[in-house]
């Protein structure tokens, strides 16, 4: 990645040159105080970029091998539904202790975020109310009222061979040991991640198929459906 100096950084450096003229007072040697602002400046967008490149291998790094850990890695199911009776034919609720094992995996992997491991829990939790309470519906076979015929890693119902190592990613914005961005493996296809600094590491804080938001919570009740009998 090559660091490009736009029409705005040149606008800068005049802005800089002027007002660090007006500025000064009788004396000083106005030539030297603006060609010192200016290389300050300028090294400091330099460090910037080169710090912002450095970040872009590092995340896109981390979200291959990520995909590539869940694709080809044996886990802990997250979200298993229980039963009230084995031969029920309707979830009642979900394996939280299965989930916290589940995040405990998650965990050993390096990959994420405390944050993520957050939602993963609360979604989970979300997941158990909903069926307990009616609001949701999951009849064995079938997909739960809350869910999508999606994979929530990626949005998607299938996907390249060895897509992993066709991941790009694009429209990354910094914040303070933060990044938001989307991934892509071509195709007009995109999915969003958050990724976060813990201890100078980057890891994943946030990924789209998780969000709280995206759930079809309360299904039952919006529709009105009469409860189904066990």
């Known amino acids: ?33 603006s060609t010192g ?4 400046t300028i090294t400091e967008i330099k460090t910037a970029a080169a710090d912002h490149e450095r970040d872009s291998a590092e995340l896109t790094k981390l979200v291959r091998a990520m995909y590539k850990w869940y694709d080809t890695t044996p886990k802990v199911e997250g979200f298993a539904g229980t039963k009230k009776n084995p031969a029920d034919t309707i979830y009642n609720g979900i394996d939280l202790a299965e989930n916290s094992r589940a995040i405990e995996a998650l965990t050993k992997t390096g990959f994420f975020a ?3 491991l957050a939602d993963y829990r609360a979604v989970a939790v979300r997941m158990d109310k909903e069926l307990k309470d009616g609001s949701s519906l999951w009849i064995e076979g079938e997909l ?10 990626c949005n998607c119902q299938d996907y390249p061979d060895r897509y992993w190592d066709k991941l790009t990613l694009t429209g990354i914005k910094y914040t303070t040991d933060a990044a938001s961005f989307k991934w892509t493996w071509g195709d007009n296809f995109f999915y ?19 969000d709280m938001n995206y759930y079809n919570w309360g299904w039952m009740k919006k ?7 066990e």
């Open 223 to 229: 529709h009105k459906t009469p409860s189904v009998k």
């Open 114 to 116: 405390a944050e993520f």
């Open 144 to 153: 739960p009222t809350f869910n999508d015929d999606v994979n929530e890693w």
């Open 1 to 33: 990645m090559k660091l490009i100096l736009s029409a705005s950084f040149y606008m800068l450096i005049i802005v800089l040159v002027t007002g660090c003229g007006n500025d000064n007072k009788p004396g000083q040697n106005t030539s030297t105080k």
């Open 37 to 40: 602002t200016i290389k300050k």
């Open 192 to 210: 969003n991640v958050k990724a976060k600094k813990e201890n100078g590491t980057w890891k994943i804080s946030y990924l789209q198929g998780f």
